[in-house]
Every structure is written in structure tokens, then in C-alpha cells.
């Protein structure tokens, strides 16, 4: 049996992030916007993807995860008519729980907590481009939200675009069915993993930097609970660090969401 509570700041409706679940599965999406104009917003992109990977998991709730995830991928490109790198994409984190197994997929730098350990995707910031170093530490060094920073962030999606679904890159949920035979999937003992939580980075990277990282009392929490600790992650990046000089980060609040999951036999 598995229980969820879960909570987003904004609401799903305003923001990129989205949580769907099934009756044995979690899933966590970070809707990104493209490197170029594209014909939808990134939240509908992760809207529709959510609501595929839903529709196949609830036909086939015991199908490989690879395998679901490029038939909604596929399906959303489809009925949003996406073209390969002019389109919106999404990070995604799937936690399912089948037949006395634990599977957790992860395409992105979403997160999934389990006693085991953190589990994400680092292969986007293991390309360690130079925007991305210069644009934390001139935060660092008090540059604040300029325009300059405006354009590393640019030149930084601009260099990471000719890496998007490549060999030698990092993968993403795009309109390339392709990116999810890349993505991280890692199976447990469902008796191994009593608890989970999943969140997108938005979420999680302010809580371990203010040290909110109890993750079995977290895994417990109800809604209210989870509002109420991404409402105090707001609260500390406006009133403590509102020019990201302690936490470097490309917004001063990103979107935030965060799943609390409970397993039992």
C-alpha cells in the first residue's frame, strides 16, 4: 500500500512543477522552458506528460519504466505537435511500487529520497559549463539579479542546448521518445524502502541548504506540513538571502514541489 501527501508552491495550476500518482506509483516533473520560441509554455509540456504517463501506468502498471516513459513522451509530442530540440522539456522522477519491488527512474535533476540514499541525475551539471560557474559566483560576490546575470543565464541555456539529448551529454523528456532509454532507473526490495520523498530542485536544494534534511520525519508529513515547509523556503530566499549571495541560484524562487511517500506491505 503506498500513501502520498504532497504539496507545491506555486499551485500545479501556476506553476512548472507537477505531481501526478497512481495508485502505485509518484511521479515529479520540472517543466523547463526551450532555447528557442516554442509553441506551447513549459507547464502545459509537463501537464500533458503527467497526465501520459498516467494513462500508460494505470494500463500497465507493472510495464518497464523506460519503456512508459517514451510512449507519453512520444504521445505528448504528438498531441501537442513538438518538434525535437524546439520544444519545452521536463525532468523526471518516477517512484512505482510492483510486485515486491521498488523502482525509481530519474531523467533530470529532480530527486528521489529513499533510506538508501539521494538519487538524481547529475548529468547536465557534470557538463560543468562556464556560464553556469560565473553566474553562481557573481552572485556569490553580490552581482545580484542584473542583466548580466540575465545574460549568462541565456549564454548558459544557449551552451547547454547543444548538448540536450545528445551522446556525451544529458537527457531530457523533450519530443525524442529516444531520451527515456537514457534515463537512471535503480530497483529496490519494496521491504528496503519503507519511506520516499520526491521533490524537484527548486524544492530540495533550499532545504538541504538550510538544513531541513530529517527525510524519514519529512516522509511522514502531512500536506499541510509539506505547505507549510516549502512556504519557510520561500520565507528564508526572500528575507535572508533574496540576492542569492549565501545560495547561488538562477532565480531568487524557483518553483517548488515536493511528494512525501509511505510503503507498506
Excluded at 541525475?121 to 560543468?128: G, V
Excluded at 557573481?138 to 546575470?149: I, P, V
Aim: glycine fraction near 6%.
Amino acid at each position: 500500500m503506498m500513501r502520498v501527501a504532497t504539496a507545491q508552491l506555486p499551485p500545479s495550476e501556476d506553476s512548472d512543477d507537477k505531481i501526478f500518482t497512481t495508485s502505485n506509483a509518484v511521479i515529479v516533473l520540472d517543466g523547463a522552458s526551450a532555447f528557442v520560441p516554442v509553441p506551447v509554455p513549459a507547464s502545459t509540456y509537463a501537464d500533458c506528460l503527467g497526465r501520459e504517463l498516467v494513462a500508460c501506468l494505470t494500463a500497465h502498471p507493472e510495464a518497464d519504466l523506460r519503456a512508459v516513459l517514451a510512449e507519453a513522451i512520444e504521445q505528448s509530442a504528438k498531441a501537442l505537435e513538438l518538434e525535437p530540440g524546439k520544444s519545452p522539456s521536463s525532468t523526471v522522477t518516477m517512484l512505482r511500487e510492483s510486485n515486491g519491488v521498488v523502482d525509481v527512474l530519474r531523467l533530470g535533476d529532480s530527486v528521489a529520497v529513499l533510506p538508501q540514499g539521494v538519487l538524481t541525475d547529475e548529468r547536465m551539471d557534470d557538463l560543468d559549463l562556464t556560464p553556469r560557474r560565473e553566474y553562481r559566483q557573481r552572485l556569490a560576490d553580490g552581482g545580484g539579479y542584473d542583466e548580466t546575470h540575465r545574460a549568462l543565464l541565456r549564454e548558459l541555456q544557449t551552451q547547454q542546448g547543444r548538448y540536450r539529448n545528445q551522446d556525451g551529454g544529458f537527457w531530457i523528456a523533450e519530443a525524442s521518445p529516444e531520451a527515456a532509454q537514457h534515463a537512471l532507473v535503480r530497483h529496490h526490495p519494496a521491504s528496503a524502502v519503507p519511506w520516499a520523498v520526491l521533490a524537484t530542485d527548486g524544492a530540495f536544494n533550499t532545504m538541504t541548504h538550510t538544513g531541513v534534511t530529517d527525510w524519514p520525519a519529512i516522509s511522514q508529513s502531512s500536506a499541510d506540513e509539506l505547505a507549510a515547509i516549502l512556504e519557510r523556503c520561500q520565507q528564508w530566499e526572500r528575507d535572508q538571502d533574496p540576492d542569492a549571495r549565501q545560495f547561488p541560484r538562477a532565480k531568487r524562487h524557483d518553483d517548488k514541489a515536493i511528494a512525501a511517500v509511505r510503503l507498506s506491505s
